[in-house]
């Protein structure tokens, strides 16, 4: 067990949106978060509005332009709409991370440097992942403020009714890739930041009647983070994974999944906000019932709110893992939630519920005439 870049966890992830205002308020509306801080015109920030949220140890920011010559974000939007820009790794010390991954390898966007206010000092750096999308490794350990410099309090104080999404942490963050990237991309992490490749799907491991794809996961030595990687294969039509590429534009991250504790409270009060989820097929319980097992939450409990159930012994783990996806939150077919419990030393990412899984999604594509 060994994590030689010092990464502790995952910190923020960082989406451009079209509008943050907006987009804040469906974050702290459908997934219960917080607006903690805000970036804007009012700070002194001339270009951009981020909006800072989280949900316990759950965070994120949105940003948007002010300006058609904003053009890092500007060109992002018009090419992938709303996404995914990046993510980030807190770590012990960004120079090291930094120059460890870039002579191994690494592309380098933005060298270390740090930002400094009356409320201390961050430490920033950051390399290139798929296509437009970055990390950052990021510090932020002496620092006492909301955020990080640049960022204040938010202007408006609202407060806005929602049920408690008991969401905690990022457990995974998920890139959807071109034909013949994944390896190329699970190399890149594997070389780079000493990662090592979890599991493999291969060929005929992951599919349906229609579509099928190949899957990678990467995770640090002492699996504090988890990337997996997908990538279309042939099938008789369209994977989720083309379609997501066709929309998106290039690769990017697919899926972020989010953490809780009890997963039948979560997805009760996300549903009571409004967020929408995949729907499990018809014979999905019955076929749990059928198999004699049951999670300690009960077969009923997780029936009535759809989610969905791996037991990680049949699939070769411990324990069993409780999961449920939403729909793409955007207009496009591109990014969405999951939302998962891991019980018992559950390492896995639901194996056993893929089939369940994609026939549900194969069901949205066609309707959306993209299958
Ligand atoms: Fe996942």
Known sequence: MSNSMGITSYDYVEFYVGSAKMAAYWYAKGLGMDIKAYKGPETGCRDRTSYYLTKNDFKIVVTSPLQPDTYDIQTFLQKHGDGVKRWAYQVKNVEHAFTSAVQKGAVPVVKPFLLKDDNGVVHMATIKIYDDTEIVYFNNEQYKGLFQPGFDEPVQKIQLYNEDSKLLYIDHVVGNVRVNEMDQWANYFNQ???????????????????????????????????????????????????????????????????????????????RKNGIEFLEAPETYYENMRKSGRSPDETIEAIERQGILCDFEDITGGEGYLLQLFTKPIGDRPTFFFEIIQRVGGAQGFGQGNFQALFESIEQDQAKRGNL
């Open 192 to 270: 780079t930041m000493d990662f090592e490749t979890f599991v493999d799907f291969g060929p005929g491991d992951i599919s349906t009647k229609y579509s099928a794809l190949l899957s990678k996961v990467v995770r640090s030595k002492d699996s504090v983070i988890k990337n997996p990687i997908n990538e279309p294969y042939k099938g008789l039509k369209k994977s989720q994974i083309e379609e997501y590429i066709e929309h998106y534009h290039g690769s990017g991250v697919q899926h972020v999944a989010i953490a809780t504790d009890d997963i039948v409270s979560s997805i009760q009060a996300l």
